[in-house]
């Protein structure tokens, strides 16, 4: 079964329907068209490299339990089987900001991180640090951090909208805080310390 428009080819592989039910809808081995034009670390192709996954949701709601319950155990096959680092597992928004803003805010990116699908931070450590005149100055640039984290930096103000929406407070100021950059360090620090162990 494939899942498409007529007019736009818009498929995933994995679509959880509003009661939690799993509908697998492209064969994994198969390319999908979820991202589209797209970026992650130096991969642009996102179609060819990734499995997507839809969530029915108004764009504006949290999502129940039972769609977070169900998105978890895809998470859980997908990383066995594929043995997939945590930092891999990421939203459309991330590898195409400004153009997809799904899942929404109010996704619970921090539980999934918490059972190994997506990467989160110490929020003490965050505010400690933001608060330090000398952990402020001493920041490497945001866009460095953006690019180990894996986001593209061509529209600054439209990936530290993506990013806020995923992490921190999500509004469309186009501009970081103390806090956000720590945030942002602290992540940038994960990638690189987890890519050494591997």
């Not at 000398?134 to 640039?141: G, M, N, P, Q």
Request: net charge negative; charged share 30%.
């Amino acid at each position: 079964m494939l899942l498409a428009t007529t007019f736009g080819k818009v498929s995933s592989h994995y679509l959880v329907d509003t009661d939690g039910t799993i509908l697998r809808l492209v064969d994994e081995r198969d390319r999908g068209h979820h991202a589209d034009v797209s970026s992650w670390f130096s991969m642009h192709d996102l179609n060819s490299a990734a499995i997507g996954i839809e969530i029915t949701n108004s764009g504006f709601e949290p999502f129940s339990e039972r769609r977070i319950d169900s998105v978890l155990v895809i998470l859980k096959s997908i990383k066995e089987r594929y043995k997939m680092p945590a930092r891999n597992f990421i939203g459309h928004m991330d590898i195409a900001p400004g153009r997809k803003v799904d899942p929404n805010k109010y996704f619970p990116w921090k539980r999934l991180a918490a059972e190994g699908y997506g990467l989160w931070y110490d929020e003490d450590k965050a505010k400690q640090m933001s608060e330090d005149p000398t952990a402020v100055a001493s920041l490497r640039d945001s866009m460095i951090n953006f690019v180990l984290l894996g986001y593209g930096v061509k529209k600054p103000e439209i990936t530290i909208e993506a990013f806020k929406s995923r992490y921190t407070v999500a509004d469309k100021s186009g501009k970081l805080s103390d806090y956000d950059k720590h945030v942002l360090r602290l992540l940038a620090d994960q990638v690189m310390e987890d890519a050494q162990k591997e």
